[in-house]
């Protein structure tokens, strides 16, 4: 889109507007209704899964750090370093 309209990283006003095209569709536009049942459907078993999440990172048996912490609908990624290590009073 930048270079299409020659605009550099530094000034973005140059951009365009785009042009808002407007379609009429029927309350009974079969493909709409199911496209949004499937959104509805999937926000609702986000939030759900989001919910669980949360839960599971947030424990008492949490012992390092989290840095970095991907959600995502079917995967939760932590990646934590290790543990701080003190060998003068003997713990890891």
């Not at 209704?33 to 759900?48: A, G, R, V």
């Amino acid at each position: 889109m930048l270079r299409k309209n020659k605009v550099n990283k530094k000034d973005i006003t140059n951009i365009k507007q785009f042009i808002s095209i407007f379609k009429e569709i029927n309350d009974d536009y079969k493909v709409l209704n199911y496209c949004m049942e499937d959104i509805i459907l999937k926000l609702s078993n986000m939030k759900t899964m989001t919910n669980i999440n949360e839960k599971n990172i947030s424990s008492e048996d949490t012992t390092s750090r989290v840095n970095y912490m991907i959600k995502g609908l079917k995967n939760l990624l932590c990646i934590t370093k290790e543990k701080l290590c003190n060998i003068k009073i003997g713990y890891t």
